[in-house]
């Protein structure tokens, strides 16, 4: 059964807005920290955000810093991601990770660190 449930992909413009959703349940409801990770077409996955949903405190990739906001809903076990002023280069696969592991510095940004993965959603951006 899967853990980890992403929607809200799809095909987007330049310049709007764009709001992942993940469904999280099974153990993954217990995970010191969820986030996101992302793929472009021959690349490796990179970080994008995370969150430790019992703490609160969040990190962003440089990439999308001034433009994203990650957070998580206790009450509907669902945790998102809003990225602002969407670009061409930003069109990839988006991954909803989840760690059990107590992670730092630039442990977070590793993609062995995080031990359940959904299954991605594709997310392209037109110019």
């Known amino acids: 059964q899967a853990q980890l449930v992403e929607s809200g992909g799809g095909l987007l413009q330049t310049g709007v807005s764009l709001k992942l959703s993940c469904k999280v349940s099974g153990r993954t409801l217990y995970s010191y920290a969820l986030g996101w990770f992302r793929q472009a077409p021959g690349n490796e996955r990179e970080f994008v955000a995370r969150i430790k949903p019992y703490g609160g405190s969040d990190d962003y990739a440089d990439f999308v810093k001034d433009r994203a906001t990650i957070a998580y809903d206790n009450s509907e076990s669902t945790m998102s991601l809003q990225v602002n002023s969407m670009k061409p280069e930003d069109t990839a696969v988006y991954y909803c990770?989840?760690?059990?592991?107590?992670?730092?510095?630039?442990?977070?940004?590793?993609?062995?660190?995080?031990?359940?993965w959904g299954q991605g959603t594709q997310v392209t951006v037109s110019s």
């Open positions: 990770v989840a760690t059990d592991s107590i992670l730092m510095g630039s442990m977070w940004y590793a993609t062995y660190n995080y031990e359940t």
